[in-house]
């Protein structure tokens, strides 16, 4: 369940599955023309037999995506970190992306709408997206280039704290993240100061840090109707659908600051582990109560609520998770591959993009990479860095912009689409073989 995944070990973890790839490469081959590739990868770093291409660039900050049944690529915006190559700020946009002759870059580059956070589903017609704080939906037909107007889903979402809002569409059901506002649940004046302790009971979670389930076909909701699926999860970014079995999974961002409470700088660097969760009905993964502890590898009780790093008597009956990263790393998106072009190696598992982090001071700061982790099962078994490259902490990129990993989305052919808020690029990867 749990890895120790510093980039080093986790690119020597990779060579592993690379090798795996290199000797299955003469009995795969890819079900769809080899896509034309940028020379250097589009400055990514990937396996052997893979290679990147910029499918679209300057975007301001595209976050979470879908791809319609005809390749065309739908992207939501945030407003707050897009700006365009003047460095003027951006408002966030719905936006359609087309490639028309297959070249593997966007002709078409169309916003349809206004949007923001990272809110996106296509489903029984439409495409529903976040704005602000609601959730709205267009009619949508496939091949279309614009839009009606928007019918409101919900409405009133509560602002402060988290508020990324990021959804999936399972059928007639909406299912929402509703991240925490605050780091472990202190009264809100209290917030991330020091030593304050945690709400007991914490109130919040009756209205935040889990999963709400609405009725995707009714209009005019409020966040009072729809029903608490899961609890216990301060912000899942990645709130994400396995289509074998179309059960709801995430990576949760733990919380910050355990230096505060006479942790060491390492300890406070390495923890709480940012979980990967099988989401059920009725779950609860302990959200302020406890964090996973990578050193115990366990729940433990948070010391806002009288833990020591090591005793967990708050976390009985809590759910663990499929999968322990190291902390803050910032994953946003999950990605369940089930095309076939790629080889077989990638087919039983998720792609993990892991945004970055700021704060594991005194240890070398993490993420910046789309991961690979390996299920079986519901458990997490092992995990490489499959696409690397990205800006780290406060570095620019080859072209002098930074590159964080954001979103994550299947081609029609097989490709996988990795979304670039910081530098407003999208990338696409493909498998050529060898």
Known sequence: MHIRLTRAVAIAAGAAIIVVAAAGAARFRPA???????????????????????????????????????????????????SDSAGTRQPGSLTLLRDADGDGKAELVRKLAPASGSGIALANGYVFTSWGTNIVRYKYAVGATDVGAPDTVLSGILTGG??????????????????????ACQPPDQ???????????????ETRAGVWAF??????????????????MRNSVSLTVNPRDNT????????????????????????????TNHILKGDDFGWPYCYWSNEEKKLVTAPEYGGDGKQSARCVGKKQPAFASPGHMAPNDMLFYTGTQFPAEYRSGT??????????????????????????????????????????????????????????????DGSVFVSDDAGGTIYKISYRGK
């Not at 009725?215 to 216990?232: E, H, I, M, S």
């Open 32 to 82: 769809a023309p080899a896509v034309p590739c940028d020379p250097d990868n589009a400055g990514l770093t990937l396996p052997p037999g893979f290679c990147a291409i910029v499918f679209a660039d300057k975007l301001g900050a595209p976050r979470h995506m879908v791809v319609a049944a005809n390749g065309d690529v739908l992207v939501v915006g945030n407003p707050y970190r897009g």
């Open 162 to 183: 988290h508020s990324a809002y990021n959804f999936v569409v399972i059928g007639n059901t909406l299912y929402m993240n509703v991240g925490s506002r605050t780091n």
């Open 191 to 205: 917030d991330r100061k020091g030593k304050a302790p945690g709400a007991d009971p914490c109130v919040e979670l």
């Open 215 to 232: 009725d995707a076909n009714r209009l005019g909701q409020k966040p009072t109707d729809g029903q608490r699926f899961a609890t216990g």
């Open 248 to 275: 709801l999974w995430a990576t949760m961002h733990g919380r910050d600051q355990l230096s505060d409470w006479g942790f060491s700088a390492e300890y406070n660097a390495n923890n709480p582990a940012e979980q």
């Open 351 to 412: 792609f993990i993009a892991f945004h970055g982090s700021w704060n594991r001071a005194p240890l070398p700061q993490a993420g910046f990479n789309v991961t690979y982790l390996a299920l079986k099962g519901d458990r997490g078994t092992a995990a490489s860095v499959f696409a690397d490259g990205f800006s780290i902490a406060g570095a620019a990129g080859r072209d002098g912009r930074l590159h964080r990993p954001t979103g994550l989305a299947m081609g029609r």
